[in-house]
């Protein structure tokens, strides 16, 4: 592996407690690939567009394979950066789970609605297990992996920088955590770019919350700028 990966992640923990006690930072540290940097923003208190944005801008200088994920996303693949690389053969941008389709005023990328109706298997692509350990507490099978979508999840999104830079896209910043991704998928389509999943193991320790009060304002939000 000669190409330079780049893990962008925020936590709220200290640097120390982020490498010993996120599931991040454990299996990172469980597998130190030298290819593999890491730009961590600990004791983190800010929204990840702008924190996001931050190392997007950074690249400009140092090019690398971006992987923005979360910190509670645990690699149980030990070939992750290589089926990455495979990944970017095929599409622009990569994720783990997503949407084949988008609807108006959609939620999220696995809802239909705003009563949260789940979609349709045939719509969906990707594979998620759930939990803190192994094994998990449950695998979520949505649909075939290595689809091109629409909408991904945000715990995983990874490409080469020059295709965000050169494209001019960032990630929305009115956005602190909910929506950020869905808006950002939007933005990659109207940049003619494709989207797709791909087959890559992981352990998530949650499975996303909905229905809070930041959730609701960021989701008006995202329907004022988009208007459906």
Known sequence: MTLKFRIICATRETEERFAAHTPLGRSLGLLPYPFVE???FTANSRGLPELYNRALREAERDPAILVFVHDDVQFMDYFWPNHIVE???S???????GNKRRLPAQPAW???D???TREPREHLSGIVAHGVEWPPRYVSYYGPPHQQVLLMDGLLIACASATLLNHGITFDERFDFDFYDLDFCRQAELKGLRLGTWSISVLHASDGKFGSAAWRASYAAYLDKWRS
């Open 38 to 40: 890491q730009r961590v």
């Open 87 to 89: 990944a970017l053969r």
């Open 91 to 97: 599409f622009d941008v990569v994720g783990l789970a």
């Open 110 to 112: 696995r809802f239909s």
């Open 114 to 116: 705003a009563q949260l």
